[in-house]
């Protein structure tokens, strides 16, 4: 794969109330390694770097914005240069200005990573694919947590990640491995 000089990094909801264990078994535990070792690659090459805060709407949740879950964890914390997207629903492109803000800095490929791969990270790709972005979603720097099916089946957050996965790869977005876009810079 060929990345482009300017491809985005984007980090989605990277925030302390995603590890409230409220939130139940996940998959992927060495996700935020793979997110830090991209991170620091994308500094050290000067790429832009998208971090996505999720401002939730529901007084219940992690990320309501009157508790400290809605910050970022200090090892995500944005550093000047970098982007602040904030959002209200998964979706990052929806009325948060991402998507003119991508056009006006001339980039077309985009490298999504972080939180929830069947939420935030799977609507937001959906959405980069149908704006005709170049997206890749990383596998093994997303990760999702058990959850239970239409039906009520119990599913794993290895079977939610990975049909999740499958609902992207192919037609909103290219999947792959962090060790591809990190050997391929």
Known sequence: MELQSNVALIIIDQQKGI???????????????????LLA???L???????????????????????????????????DGEWLIQKQV??????SGLEAQLREAGI????????????????TARAAGNLGFDTWVLEDACFTFDKADYFGTPRTAEEVHGMSLGNLHGEYATVVSAALILTAN
């Open 19 to 37: 590890l409230h264990p409220r939130l139940g078994r996940r998959n992927n535990p060495q996700a935020e390694e793979r997110m830090l070792e």
């Open 90 to 95: 998964p979706d990052a492109f929806c009325a």
């Open 41 to 43: 690659l994308w500094r």
């Open 45 to 79: 090459r000067g790429r832009p770097v998208i971090h996505v805060q999720h401002l939730s709407r529901s007084p219940d949740s992690v990320f309501w914005p009157e508790q400290e879950g809605v910050e970022f964890q200090p090892r995500f914390m944005p550093q």
């Open 108 to 123: 077309g490929q985009l490298i999504i990573v972080g939180v929830a791969t069947n939420n935030s990270v799977e609507s």
